[in-house]
């Protein structure tokens, strides 16, 4: 059964089938070998795919996104953070690693976040003298922190997927996107030591207090939502409608540079990109259902069954096996494919499911850093106009930094478990 499912998913994903459709042909074809096939019960577990209300948060959260860009958050955000670093020699970069931690606290979308970094800082980091190899790649690598950090869309997916708390979720992802930044600046501060390019000159307190000010309904976003979702006061879903509202509120009433003519083109691009996303995640919950139905959970259970008594094991090769299938699969539908497929094995093993759907988010963000697939990737081939082969050169200091940091996760769960178990 794990041939018949794989086989028919890869296969049909070979000869360029879309992940959606791939993944109901997926299913269709285990209901075919085990004799069970039903057109209605495909019909029901697509509806019933969507029709969860946890998945309510995802459009809302793309919808704030989209209404910060247009409303003038995401270019108070990088003022900010370039009143506070932007002095230091290597600082435009620093300003993308800050403001993808402050972009990650507002819409959760790498994509979105690495377009609208790289839109703002690539051409000042070009004028100013900057590598813009490496410039692409810091801010490539800053902007899949935004999964991490709440809110996050893909901890979203895993949680209704896996049936785990997803404010825990959320809780646990900030420690390790604090971590993953702080790597990216030592990193970044090492290979900028030699830089050359013009500083502008150091902010005065003055200054610095301004931006802040300028920037601060923005910045209060991410207290409002990370403080809500710890007290109590409104669930993930609720979080996001909140969020949107604020967002608009925010860029229409506020600042003022969200036009009522915005609106339109705003919508429309929430729409489209919620669209993609709720489509594979009804389509992944008929694969997901049949995969328990055909006993595939059981059937790797039995070939890994050696590694239940070692969980360190069993999660290094789960890992690596994830950043394999990082190469090939984009974040959604990798999450929503395997989580039913891994999940029964790590609870065998005693592995906490929400430390493991963490993990499982920050190495599927770096397959987004990764080619031939790597979706943030292209992003930032688009932004900057250079090739993939240029981006790959620039960006794989800080590949090799997140991965480190995965695999110290892995090694030391109290980093993730013990700040979680303060936060509850």
């Known amino acids: 059964m794990i041939g018949v499912f794989l086989g028919s998913l890869f296969g049909s994903l070979a000869i360029g089938v879309p992940i959606a459709f791939a993944l109901i042909l997926s299913g269709v ?47 108070r955000i990088v003022e900010f953070a370039m009143s506070m670093v932007g002095h230091i020699r290597g600082g435009l970069g620093f300003v993308a690693i800050i403001a993808s931690v402050l972009f990650a606290g507002l819409s959760g979308s790498a994509v ?5 970094l790289g839109a703002i800082l690539i051409p000042m980091m070009v004028a100013k003298g900057y590598n813009i190899n490496r410039s692409t790649g810091i801010i490539c690598s800053a902007g899949i922190i935004a999964p991490v ?40 501060a090492f290979l900028s030591r030699k830089d050359t390019s013009e500083l502008p000159p150091r902010q005065s307190s003055t200054e610095i207090l301004k931006a802040a000010r300028h ?11 990370i403080g809500g979702l710890r007290g109590g006061i409104f669930t993930p879903t609720e979080a996001a409608v909140v969020a949107a509202f604020y967002a608009f509120f925010v860029g229409f009433i506020i600042y003022r540079e969200l036009k009522i003519a915005d609106l339109y083109e705003v919508l429309i691009s929430s729409a489209k990109t919620t669209s ?19 006993n595939v959970p059981g059937e790797i259970a039995g070939m890994l069954g050696g590694l239940i008594e070692k969980p360190i094991f069993l999660l290094l090769l789960i890992n690596v096996l994830l950043l394999f299938v990082g190469l090939v699969m984009d974040l959604t539908p990798a999450i929503l494919i395997f989580t039913p497929v891994l999940l029964p094995l ?56 997140h991965a480190i940091v995965l695999f110290s996760l892995v090694f030391f769960p109290e980093i993730i478990t013990v700040p979680l178990s303060w936060l509850e």
């Not at 993609?276 to 055909?294: G, K, Q």
């Open 112 to 116: 979105a976040d690495t377009a609208a």
């Open 29 to 75: 074809v285990l209901m075919i070998v085990m004799g069970t096939f039903d057109s209605q019960i495909v019909a029901q577990n697509l509806i019933s795919g969507a029709n969860n209300f946890s998945l309510m948060a995802i459009p809302f959260f793309i919808l704030a996104g989209e209404l910060m860009n247009a409303g003038g958050i995401s270019k």
């Open 346 to 401: 790590v609870e065998l093993a005693g592995i906490d499911p929400v430390y493991f759907g963490i993990l499982m988010v920050i190495n599927l963000c770096i397959g987004l850093i990764t080619p031939p697939v790597g979706t943030v990737l292209y992003v930032g081939c688009g932004v900057s106009k250079i090739s993939l082969g240029q981006l790959t050169k620039g960006i794989w200091p800080f590949l090799v930094v």
């Open 149 to 188: 950090i709440p809110p996050s869309i893909p901890m979203i997916l895993y949680g209704v997927t896996a049936g785990v708390s997803i404010t825990d979720l959320f809780m646990g992802g900030i420690i390790p996107g604090i971590i993953m930044a702080t790597g990216l600046i030592i990193v970044w």
């Open 276 to 294: 993609v996303v709720m489509f594979v995640a009804a389509a992944a919950m008929v694969s997901a259902w049949l995969i328990t139905v055909a």
């Open 215 to 225: 920037a601060g309904f923005a910045l209060m976003l991410p207290v409002i939502i």
